[in-house]
């Protein structure tokens, strides 16, 4: 395909509308809307209010939630091993076994380790590589109300609301206090933080926040703690399996999680853990594209982590909520999904249509942004690409036009070298966006201490919820991973000491699970948990053969 | 459209495939038919699993590619890399100091550097890695920690340096000796997380956790807001990020 | 008068106080060191394969960044950095195809001319600043004090590189008088001190040094100066203990001394073998003068 300055000339001829409009914009913002007609649009456009769109669970104790087919599919699906598997022969006996090797595994381990467990006790099984995880991926940074003017009670304040008050309160509590003590430890740990001569972080807003509290690492924060963290466990000794996802909790005869069962990728072969307590650290869910969303997750989050728990009898909290962020990299093909941080509209840039018109104030709330876009594009005013998703123009050049010459190269880095390595200029050149999937708002319930309501089983990260009610706000994640990992860490291990080593593993639970989905009338061959999403060619798979090998 | 359905031909370790144009290798690699499970990670460029060896007709060098994040071209013969063994000695950061052989004591190997600058010219992130490492061999932690701060640790460079030397667990000691003994440590965070352990700050969290919810929501309308640090005035993004309805209000679970 | 520098590893690592000390004088001589802004290590030694070019890649690369910035000349402190930079440079410069296959095995990212040149500090303050105008900076001149000058390998040998006369070298002896001290030479000012051999036959080290630091004792020195850094390491540390060492300097450091600089900026405590008393027995130091 020919393309001009990184577009085909298809796109080029609404680009040439964009600047034929651009200098009657500048200066002139569409007016925000009122609430009624913010509610009027949301009813109609976002996904989460999208008739047809989810179904309500029919089974276990959370009967009755709402939730996207696609999530609704895999709680409605058989387990990938049969109850009667054979357990009687264990492959790794240990104290305290972590699922997933992101940031919530990881802290979770080297705490439980601080807290006194013996290190080759622990055992850390992650999917793909250690640290191969959406905390890798986080841009914009971590919140913790560390100066002066701010503090933990404003903090809360600021995720209650954005989480429409449907918090969990206690959870936002421990999230709060303990968020100074995590950058403190990090700071030990040699995070390199920004920060300014005297030591202290250069802070930045984030939304939904009233005071600047963002602490960053250049734009790769998550990176950037990830790999401290990943480091730290190693030096630590903390055993790790990559590439065998557990498929299956074990429990014992009290239906305590007492381990689950492992399945290496690569010769397919399963594994038992046996653990005295079971950390559930798997992250998100971007991988199921809910309604076909593209996404900013990484190739993992397929939410395996709920659907075991929910097998083991663990009760969930919020699910029907999902958060899309309104501007994920719409073109080229290989940006789709990626998200465009907030600052580019922050900064000035208008979102257009197709005819180079504004359609939306460019700040509305998240997911009112994202339903205006997804909106113009059903009246078919969006730009169609080559690989077949539509979007709207952001119109970055006026920040440079707004701020003067150079502020993209300087206040978005990032942004910049992104698309200049995909031969688009957007210092001259609008981009394109469309909302993406971006974060799993609730998820397994648990206590401050990350304790779910099955014994032996604890959860942290973005796979438990209540912490951030129906909305997270940025920030509080990478924070979240942080405070939960630390806590389920620390409790795992106490409770770890108090207990023997579970004398006769099952999957009970599992066969319990089934039953109560044939009495549900649901009849399936659809098998959970997911692992990978597959994205292989329609041609190919249209003659592949299962065959034996 | 017929320009979008345009083919070409990749070899993918040895064999033809035929690809449509416009998609990145990884895509590539999976529209032909493979199920990717070591290779990919975040799929965006930050993890590093996708390290990409290929060759163009073109031209005698080896080219490097997170595949992830490059365009597929006709003629491509590639391969991944998805694994490059790196064992290194274990460390106790709080037991090490930053001193100007800090870095060479721990990977004696990057003295044998011979400043071929391979591993710069196969970084996929762009970096100056053998300005890094020879930074590191001279002592300058700060300069060694700013180099590699943007290395996904996808060790491309690792697999194609003549010396064996483990450049992204260098970079990785070298930021974590910066982080922790090169710049100082934050005062406002000291004094924060002094003032949490006399109990005030808590007592004002309790006290909003008392609340009721219409009182925290009143109290949540009243935030005031920091100014933004440059211009001196609110940011707006900030504060037209919340909703003022709560989705939850006008559309609650259903219950079956 | 600004000039581009090399400093080397060595310098950074082991020898700071060397940089530290040669820096205040030559501020004191108005004279800046440019650093290059990213710089590599020389490879430590010449290597003397003709066709091993990834070998003679590194002290190459430093020409042509130097060359990027525009320059032609630059400085380094360390004898051995200068002695594989400018064996490179000369190999390089002998046969134009020698550079012609550097830049081409760079995958064309170098492209060097052959016309840089590596200059050592000593020869920059000889051939550049000249003695005189040193002379001129002297404000507590060495009087009384007897050195004796130690040159070692890598500013003579071989002779192609050679900064001075390589069987009887002067530029030492000339800055110490300049500085007003007295000199003290002998044959063995030359010889090898023993070198990398330090690692495996400490021995045949301490044997050299405790020969040289004789010889410089016998002829009346009470101080011993030199110029390269792993030199001063094997003198520094291996004089035995039959005798009260003599204090090894660098000449930067007699240099600031004799310039009235502030002792603290020379770097004078990082040394086995102290350095003070001698200089408090010629005054040559305030009384009570702290140097940590
Ligand atoms: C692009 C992007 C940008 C973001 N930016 C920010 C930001 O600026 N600030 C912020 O606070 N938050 C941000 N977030 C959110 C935040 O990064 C994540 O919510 C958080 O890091 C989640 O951490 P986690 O440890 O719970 O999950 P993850 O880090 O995703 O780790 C989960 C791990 O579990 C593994 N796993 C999954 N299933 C299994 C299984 N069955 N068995 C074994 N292992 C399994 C996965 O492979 C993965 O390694 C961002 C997220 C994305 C995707
Ligand atoms: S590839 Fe190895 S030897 Fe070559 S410059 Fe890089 S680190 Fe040095
Ligand atoms: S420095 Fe090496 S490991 Fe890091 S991104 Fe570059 S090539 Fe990959
Ligand atoms: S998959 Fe993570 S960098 Fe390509």
Not at chain 2, 184 to 202: F, H
Not at chain 3, 99 to 125: C, K
Not at chain 3, 201 to 208: A, C, D, F, G, S
Not at chain 3, 223 to 228: E, F, I, P, T, W
């Amino acid at each position: 395909m020919e393309l001009i300055d990184g577009y085909p000339a298809a796109m080029r001829e609404s680009i040439a509308l964009v600047e034929q409009t651009r200098p009657t914009r500048l200066g002139r913002t569409f007016p925000a809307m009122t609430p009624e007609q913010r509610r009027e649009l949301l009813l109609g456009h976002h996904p989460d209010y999208k008739d047809g769109a989810k179904r309500p669970l029919l089974f276990g104790p959370n009967k009755g939630m709402l939730l996207n087919h696609e999530l609704a599919d895999l709680f409605e699906a058989r387990p990938l091993v049969s109850a009667s598997l054979d357990l009687n022969d264990v492959d790794s006996d240990v104290d305290l076994l972590i699922i997933g090797g992101g940031g919530a595994g990881t802290v979770a381990a080297i705490w439980a380790v601080q807290a006194g467990l013996d290190p080759s006790r622990v055992l850390i099984a992650t999917k793909l590589r250690h640290g191969d995880s959406n905390s890798t991926m986080a841009q914009g940074g971590i919140q913790s109300a560390d100066r002066p003017h701010d503090s933990p009670a404003q903090h809360f304040l600021d995720a209650m609301g954005g989480g429409h008050f449907t918090n969990r309160p206690e959870l936002v509590e421990a999230l709060v206090s303990d968020a100074p003590l995590i950058i403190h430890w990090h700071e030990q740990l040699g995070v390199m933080y920004d920060k300014d001569e005297q030591g202290n972080f250069v802070m930045h807003p984030g939304g939904g926040t009233s005071r600047n509290r963002m602490h960053s690492a250049r734009d790769y924060t998550g990176l950037e703690i990830m790999r401290v963290l990943r480091d730290e466990a190693r030096n630590l000794h903390i055993p790790v399996v990559e590439f065998s996802p557990a498929i299956e909790l074990l429990c014992d005869e009290r239906g305590h999680v007492a381990g689950a069962v492992l399945v290496n990728l690569e010769t397919k072969r399963y594994h038992i853990v046996r653990a005295k307590a079971t950390i559930v650290t798997t992250g998100g869910l971007g991988r199921l594209h809910m309604q076909q969303y593209p996404t900013t997750n990484h190739y993992g989050a397929t939410a395996d982590g709920l659907i075991l728990a929910y097998r083991a009898g663990a009760e969930l909290v919020d699910l029907d909520a999902i958060q899309y962020h309104p501007t994920g990299a719409a073109f080229p093909a290989q940006m789709a999904g990626l998200l465009i941080t907030e600052k580019v509209r922050g900064m000035g840039a208008q979102p257009v249509n197709c005819k180079g018109e504004q359609f939306v104030y460019p700040l509305e709330p998240r997911d009112v942004e994202a339903s205006a876009f997804i909106r113009e594009c059903s009246l078919g005013l969006g730009i169609p690409t080559p690989h077949g998703i539509q979007g709207v123009w952001l119109d970055a050049p006026m920040v440079d036009i707004i701020h003067g010459p150079g502020t993209i190269r300087s206040a978005l880095p990032a942004m910049f070298r992104m698309y200049t390595r995909f031969g688009i200029d957007m210092t001259r050149d609008p981009i394109l966006v469309f909302p993406t999937l971006h974060y799993q708002n609730g998820g397994i319930i648990t206590n401050p201490d990350g304790a779910t309501t099955v014994p032996g089983l604890y959860a942290a990260g973005e796979v438990m919820g209540g912490v951030h009610g129906k909305n997270r706000l940025m920030g509080n994640s990478l924070l979240d991973f942080n405070v939960f990992g630390r806590r389920a860490g620390i409790a795992a291990a106490n409770y770890v000491r108090e207990q023997a080593q579970p004398t006769r593993l099952s999957l009970e639970h599992v066969a319990t699970y089934e039953r109560h989905m044939r009495d549900a009338g649901i009849k399936t061959t659809r098998t959970a948990p997911r692992i990978l999403p597959d994205y292989r060619g329609k041609e190919a798979l249209e003659r592949y053969l299962d065959i034996p090998l | 459209m017929s320009e979008q359905t345009g083919m070409i031909t990749m070899q993918l370790m040895g064999k033809n495939y035929q690809v449509p144009t416009g998609l990145t290798i990884m895509a590539a690699i999976e529209y032909a038919g493979y199920k990717l499970v070591r290779g990919a990670g975040c799929r965006g460029g930050f993890c590093g699993a996708c390290p990409t060896l290929y060759r163009r007709s073109d031209n005698h060098r080896i080219f490097t590619a997170l595949a992830c994040q490059t365009l597929v071209e006709d003629g491509m013969c590639l391969v991944q890399m998805p694994f490059v063994p790196v064992v290194s000695r274990r460390y106790d950061l709080h037991q090490i100091a930053a001193k100007p052989n800090t870095l060479l004591q721990h990977f004696p190997e990057i003295a044998g550097c011979v400043a071929c600058n391979t591993c710069t010219r196969a970084c996929p992130q762009g970096l100056q890695v053998m300005d890094y490492v020879q930074a590191s061999l001279r002592g300058d932690i700060e300069r060694a920690a700013m180099l590699s701060f943007d290395c996904i640790a996808c060790g491309i460079c690792s697999s194609r340096c003549p010396a064996d030397i483990k450049h992204y667990a260098v970079g990785l000691l070298a930021r974590r000796l910066y982080g922790k003994y090169v710049t100082p440590d934050s005062p406002q965070l000291a004094a924060r997380v002094a003032e949490l352990q006399t109990g005030n700050l808590i007592a004002d969290l309790n006290a909003l956790m008392a609340l009721s919810q219409e009182e925290l929501r009143a109290r949540y309308e009243q935030r005031t807001f920091e100014t933004s640090e440059e211009n001196k005035e609110p940011f707006s993004a900030i504060q037209h990020y919340n909703s003022p309805m709560d989705p939850v209000d006008y559309k609650d679970e259903i219950e079956v | 008068m600004q000039v581009a520098y090399y400093p080397g590893c060595t310098i950074k690592v082991s020898a700071q106080h060397h940089e530290r000390a040669a820096l205040a004088v030559l501020r004191a001589l108005n004279i800046e060191l440019c650093e290059l802004p990213e710089w590599n290590c020389c490879g430590v030694l010449h290597s003397l394969t003709d066709d091993n070019l990834i070998r003679h890649m590194a002290p190459i690369r430093m020409f042509a960044r130097l060359e990027e910035q525009g320059a032609h000349e630059m400085t380094t402190l360390c004898d051995m950095c200068f002695n594989t930079l400018a064996q490179a440079n000369t190999w390089a410069k002998e046969r134009p195809e020698r550079i012609r296959a550097i830049n081409s095995t760079s995958g064309g990212e170098l492209d060097y001319d052959g016309r840089a040149q590596i200059l050592h500090l000593l020869q920059l303050l000889r051939d550049r600043v000249g003695l005189a105008a040193i002379k001129a900076r002297v404000r507590r001149p060495l009087r009384g004090l007897t050195i004796y000058p130690y040159y070692g390998c890598k500013l003579l040998r071989p002779s192609e590189v050679a900064m001075d006369d390589p069987e009887t070298p002067r530029v030492l002896h000339d800055l110490m008088l300049a500085l007003g001290a007295t000199v003290a030479e002998g044959p063995l000012q030359t010889q090898c001190c023993g070198s990398y051999h330090v690692v495996d036959r400490e021995q045949l080290v301490t044997n050299r040094v405790a020969a040289t630091t004789d010889e410089a004792r016998e002829r009346g020195a009470e101080a011993l100066v030199l110029s390269c850094p792993l030199c001063h390491y094997n003198f520094d540390s291996f004089q035995g203990s039959n005798h009260a060492a003599l204090p090894i300097f660098y000449y930067t450091q007699l240099m600031g001394i004799a310039f009235g600089l502030e002792p603290e900026e020379l770097g004078l405590d990082a040394h086995r073998v102290a350095l003070l008393p001698v200089l408090l027995e010629h005054e040559l130091v305030p009384e009570g003068v702290q140097v940590n």
